[in-house]
């Protein structure tokens, strides 16, 4: 299969389909208490670090493949990908490296001068691509700005993710062409917007659902509040998938939250989920099972994926500024890419030219992405005036006269030399 047929594919709607029953709706199994506090540690904020629940894995995580590769039993949310064959495996396992090779590509355009930013999804591959295959193409989803993997899942072309970082438009793609907004900066805001497009499908009667991507710093945003109050008083078909990477650029989490982070869905009368966020299986699962509740009509759902952001926040960043290799060190031996194709090699679910074809299409993918992006065309100065209203402004027509004026004096300083 070619890169471009496969950018363009619609999501696939075989990779762990089966329709289960209600698995319930609390779906949070009991975490650990917050522990007791010192005086001290109070002060500090040391108590939230020892809490298991807070920061540790802890007993509450859902995971169908250990970081070693191991398949483990789940009642609750193996019926969602009872009927995954080896070749859906295959495929997940290839949308994690096309993609995670997509994102490198794009971090060295970028050290090369050829975007103006990066932010990069290492580590959260199986977040993403489990989440990203659990929607439906009538599902509609709100990323923000580091949804590469979803953006894949969602047919969009890759090389359309890079005008916005490379400067030369405001987004790069029709968000209805694959039901995939545009990236979102501000942060949490998608939040809202998703509730209100949730509450919309409700209201058309369709049996869509929506599905709004944030971080585990956008959590302390007053848009995402209202938007989980809004969610549940109108019992809007809406699933809240927050990758808490750990980090919000420089902050940790315990600087958000002192529960963990899917707690927070009981207090706003919804049930929560903590998955793990490097086991793509389990991505999968636990989001058909969110994504089905809001199709029945259950209301929202906050799925937790605990996952590890591995590089910087974008290439602006210097990570190493603010926490230690160790931390890194640790969770590079839960990799996603890596537990999945253990379990393949272990199974018999791939061979060798499975996996030599797959180097070869990474190569070929890079090598498009950077012939794409070097031949972008800039755009043409006066496309900022386009479009900010639908029939012309006369605020706007001055602006752009003054501003023809001024590029205008440029050319005259060069004729006067
Ligand atoms: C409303 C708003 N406040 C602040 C910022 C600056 N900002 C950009 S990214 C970021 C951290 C977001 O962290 P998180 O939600 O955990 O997402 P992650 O970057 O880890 O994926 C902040 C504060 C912003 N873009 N918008
Ligand atoms: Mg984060």
Redesign the pocket.
Known sequence: MTVESTAARKPRSSAGTKSAASTGTTGTKSAGATGRKTAASKRTGAAAKKSPGTTGAGPELVQLLTPEGKRVKDATYDPYVADITPEDLRGLYRDMVLTRRFDAEATSLQRQGELGLW?SLLGQEAAQIGSGRATREDDYVFP?Y?EHGVAWCRGVDPTNLLGMFRGVNNGGWDPNSNNFHLYT?????QTLHATGYAMGVAKDGADSAVIAY??????S?GDVAESFTFSAVYNAPVVFFC?N?Q???SEPTEKQTRVPLYQRAQGFGFPGVRVDGNDVLACLAVTKWALERARRGEGPTLVEAYTY?MGA?TTSDDPTKYRADEEREAWEAKDPILRLRTYLEASNHADEAFFAELEAESEALGKRVREVVRAMPDPDHFAIFENVYADGHALVDEERAQFAAYQASFADAGEGK
């Not at 900066?185 to 805001?189: A, Y």
């Not at 944030?214 to 959590?219: L, N």
């Open positions: 932010a923000t580091r900066i501000v942060i949490g805001s944030f971080g585990d710093g956008a959590s945003q990758q990477n980090w919000a650029i952001r926040h």
